[in-house]
């Protein structure tokens, strides 16, 4: 066996490993697991629980106008009788689509451009970085408030989606970049270009899966930004237009009434805290898997907040 394919073992055999310790890391985590836990609740709730009840989202009933929660409307009803249950399924099954959308494609886009960035160098670098740095200046809730009200309902999800992933992966790139940086120079990355590797294999076989763990964080943290912003987009009417409906135009609608009828407000508000937080949660015990001195440090803090 020859010194080059030694290193690309040793190589796999160490991913392996740390992925196996990461893994253990994580599951010692028990906020992480919880939130994990409450994410796939809210997944599978919102895409099994329409089928479970017996109103549509859209579905009229003018006998039961403004009802609060009850055996037969356990969130209650809004102002033209729909049953805010379906509505808050439907809205929260929008926003999670939207939300791990955007981050998928923003994390994927962040990873292809940073790792080429930061392999190839010279000036193909400087032209990526510059485009990056443009794009953080451009004002992208101008850009998305003028063209996704124009559009209709699936149009405009489609067009949201795009329109976020676009401008959400700059940060990361940079992030990518940097590790690029630093991960072409090691032994297995030398190994693989000397083998004859072309460019492209180099950065998906073997510089983005030794940042997938770093991806992965990101990602699971943008979803919480993503839903986020879609929720603000869509409270400001610039998101997801009727007659499609989202956690974001749910608490759009009801803040209008919100002393008055505060279920109509309640519970896509209280869903999309629990959401974000959960999201957050995850993104946060992988972050600490990834970095136990993260973990260290914020235990020293709060210790020394304790003495005080």
């Not at 791990?100 to 970085?129: N, Q």
Request: overall charge positive; aromatic content about 8%; hydrophobic content about 50%.
């Amino acid at each position: 066996m020859t010194e080059i394919q030694i290193a690309s073992t040793d190589a796999a055999v160490s991913a392996v490993g740390r992925r196996t310790l990461l893994w253990r890391r994580f599951l010692r985590n028990k906020p992480a697991i919880a939130g994990v836990c409450v994410l796939v609740l809210l997944f599978v709730g919102s895409f099994i629980g329409p089928y479970l009840l017996p109103y549509d989202y859209q579905q009229l009933d003018y006998t039961a106008l403004l009802q609060p929660p009850s055996a037969e409307h356990p969130f209650g009803t809004n102002q033209i009788g729909q049953d805010v249950l379906a509505q808050t399924l439907r809205g929260l099954q929008k926003s999670l689509i939207i939300g791990i959308c955007v981050a998928i494609f923003s994390t994927a886009i962040a990873a292809l451009v940073g790792a080429l960035a930061g392999y190839v160098g010279g000036w193909p670098d400087r032209v990526i970085m510059w485009l990056v740095d443009l794009l953080l200046v451009v004002p992208s809730f101008i850009i998305i408030a003028v063209f996704t009200p124009r559009l209709k309902s699936s149009s405009s999800i489609a067009l949201l989606i795009l329109l976020l992933a676009v401008f959400g992966w700059m940060i990361t790139a940079r992030m990518v970049r940097g590790m690029t940086l630093s991960l072409r120079e090691r032994e297995f990355v030398q190994a693989a270009r000397y083998m004859g590797a072309p460019t492209h294999k180099i950065i998906t076989s073997h510089i983005v899966p030794n940042i997938a763990s770093i991806l992965i964080i990101d990602a699971t943290l943008n979803v919480g930004a993503a839903i986020l912003a879609e929720t603000g987009l869509s409270f400001l009417g610039f998101g997801v237009q009727k007659p499609d409906i989202s956690l974001g135009s749910l608490i759009a609608d009801g803040t209008e009434s919100a002393l008055t009828y505060p279920w109509l407000f309640l519970f896509a508000g209280g869903l999309l805290v629990i959401t974000v937080l959960s999201a957050n949660l995850v993104g946060d015990g992988l972050r600490d898997a990834v970095d136990p001195s993260s973990t260290r440090a914020r235990s020293r803090k709060r210790k020394k907040k304790a003495k005080r």
